[in-house]
């Protein structure tokens, strides 16, 4: 899969309350080849001011903070700084907070107690541009939970022609651009067009457009009854 390409150097802010969280994930930051931690922040106002005046490419959020800020503090950086890729922080991997980290806008999910390559791979795909894994999915939509494939299926379903393929290009990882010259339209009109798709979900953003594209297996089901979309 063709995916965006991340920067040479990723600068990134680190977001946790707790002192010995916060370092220990700054020094496991500072141990990944191409990875620069340019601010620390305790708080979501204090991780405000820092993505103001660093505008980073990567920001780890702490989900649950004293303020309980955490997650507005990521719809706020999602809304200003679109180009500023949030990844959620938690001791607890349970389904309700990673659906809230992916409805509130972030692009990615990390465990406190997942070791380094595992933070390691999660950063590189969210800086990629790729979609979640479908084990990431499975604890986003709960194991078995046929019915919001379904729903899935219906939403992408009730989308036109159009969209399906300009939503079916972006989560395969092309930019607007690539998606304007694979379809010969203008890559603005890939952006309006992705806007209204958007809308058309109920999504936020790329990503989580992306992630109800490979649960609703819509492409798959729509070769194997015969349509042509």
Same mark, same amino acid.
């Given at each position: 899969?063709?995916? $965006?390409?991340?920067?040479?150097?990723?600068?990134? !802010? !680190?977001?946790?309350?707790?002192?010995?969280?916060?370092?220990?994930?700054?020094?496991?930051?500072?141990?990944?080849?191409?990875?620069?931690?340019?601010?620390? $922040?305790?708080?979501?106002?204090?991780?405000?001011?820092?993505?103001?005046?660093?505008?980073?490419?990567?920001?780890?959020? +702490?989900?649950?903070?004293?303020?309980?800020?955490?997650?507005?503090?990521?719809?706020?950086?999602?809304?200003?700084?679109?180009?500023?890729?949030?990844?959620?922080?938690?001791?607890?991997?349970?389904?309700?907070?990673? $659906?809230?980290?992916?409805?509130?806008?972030?692009?990615?999910?990390?465990?406190?107690?997942? %070791?380094?390559?595992?933070?390691?791979?999660?950063?590189?795909?969210?800086?990629?541009?790729?979609?979640?894994?479908?084990?990431?999915?499975?604890?986003?939509?709960?194991?078995?939970?046929?019915?919001?494939?379904?729903?899935?299926?219906?939403?992408?379903?009730?989308?036109?022609?159009?969209?399906?393929?300009?939503?079916?290009?972006?989560?395969?990882?092309?930019? =607007?651009?690539?998606?304007? +010259?694979?379809?010969?339209?203008?890559?603005?009109?890939?952006?309006?067009?992705?806007? %209204?798709?958007?809308?058309?979900?109920?999504?936020?953003?790329?990503?989580?457009?992306?992630?109800?594209?490979?649960?609703?297996?819509?492409?798959?089901? =729509?070769?194997?009854?015969?349509?042509?979309?």
């Amino acid at each position: 899969m063709k995916s $965006a390409t991340k920067p040479a150097t990723v600068t990134t !802010v !680190v977001v946790d309350d707790h002192d010995v969280a916060r370092l220990g994930l700054i020094a496991i930051l500072g141990s990944i080849p191409g990875v620069r931690v340019v601010a620390e $922040a305790y708080d979501a106002a204090s991780a405000l001011d820092a993505v103001r005046e660093h505008e980073p490419d990567l920001v780890l959020m +702490d989900v649950r903070m004293p303020d309980t800020e955490g997650l507005t503090a990521t719809q706020q950086i999602c809304a200003r700084w679109p180009r500023t890729r949030v990844v959620m922080v938690s001791y607890w991997n349970i389904p309700e907070y990673i $659906a809230e980290a992916f409805r509130a806008g972030a692009t990615g999910y990390i465990s406190k107690g997942a %070791h380094r390559q595992e933070i390691a791979d999660e950063i590189d795909r969210v800086l990629r541009g790729d979609p979640p894994s479908m084990s990431t999915l499975s604890y986003e939509c709960g194991e078995g939970s046929d019915w919001r494939v379904r729903d899935a299926f219906a939403a992408v379903d009730g989308l036109t022609r159009r969209q399906r393929e300009v939503l079916a290009l972006s989560a395969s990882g092309l930019t =607007n651009r690539e998606i304007g +010259d694979r379809l010969g339209i203008n890559w603005r009109t890939v952006q309006k067009t992705l806007e %209204h798709v958007y809308r058309r979900l109920g999504v936020p953003n790329r990503t989580q457009a992306a992630m109800i594209w490979t649960l609703s297996g819509w492409s798959g089901r =729509n070769r194997r009854a015969g349509g042509t979309g």
